[in-house]
């Protein structure tokens, strides 16, 4: 499989461009800094720059072209509502539709558990990321793209075992970046897995069996 990776050089990014090539797929990720490519580079993918802000949809869909897939992780980590507005929220519109574009028709989103930091009133620029989140989820599932939103609790940096809860409404809790990378490498590969939104934390069940029982879960009965 080959896939393009948006927000590549990130924690969850990182990990998941590991993952990937260690199983032999072709990564690409892209970044915004020259010095995030070394990072990229060091995980067995390419790198490509690009800017979600800056770019256009047709010159991400130049890049796009050629990738099955397309794995968003990327955000604006605390630069300011603006900055949220145009990575979090426009970015997602703009990379979805360059996907379609370029025929990359396999979309999978990093997103926010709905209740993620409730109990820590951290103010309307936390209050307006988890709208822009919330909305650009809403875009994504109105495309017709094979799409998949993946929603972690509070990420840890912690080492991961593989193993976690993963559920179309699950209790909040923490789960370790490595562990949400883990998933999103045996969701792009279970093809079952598809147009639906998963909530995920750490948990006792191995990747690739929690991908494949939300998959059933989202069938007839």
């Known amino acids: 499989m080959k896939i393009f990776q948006i927000g590549a050089a990130g924690g969850v990014g990182a990990r998941l461009s590991r ?15 020259a010095e995030q490519a070394s990072t990229i580079e060091e995980t067995g993918a390419s790198a490509v720059r690009g800017d979600l802000v800056e770019d256009s949809v047709e010159a991400l869909a130049e890049k796009i072209a050629g990738h ?24 997602v519109e703009k990379a979805a539709e360059a996907a379609i574009r370029a025929g ?6 990093v997103s926010a558990f709905p209740e993620s930091e409730r109990d820590r009133e951290l103010g309307e620029g936390f209050e307006h990321y988890m709208r822009v989140k919330k909305a650009a989820d ?13 929603r972690p609790g509070i ?42 939104i998963v909530e995920l934390t ?18 007839p009965r």
Do not use: K
């Not at 990359?104 to 989103?109: D, G, K, M, N």
């Open 19 to 33: 993952l990937l090539t260690a199983r032999g797929d072709v990564v690409t990720g892209m970044h915004r800094r």
């Open 68 to 91: 099955d897939a397309v794995v968003f992780s990327a955000g604006a980590h605390g630069t300011g509502a603006e900055m949220t507005t145009l990575i979090d929220g426009r970015g």
């Open 104 to 109: 990359a028709t396999r979309f999978v989103l």
């Open 138 to 150: 809403v875009h994504l599932v109105g495309t017709d793209l094979d799409w998949l939103v993946v």
């Open 155 to 196: 990420l840890s940096d912690e080492s991961g075992d593989g193993r976690v809860t993963a559920g179309l409404a699950i209790d909040y809790g923490v789960v370790r970046r490595d562990n949400v990378a883990a998933f999103i490498d045996a969701a792009l590969h279970e093809p079952a897995l598809s147009r639906t």
């Open 202 to 219: 750490d948990g006792d069940t191995p990747v690739a069996q929690a991908a494949l029982d939300v998959a059933r879960s989202t069938g």
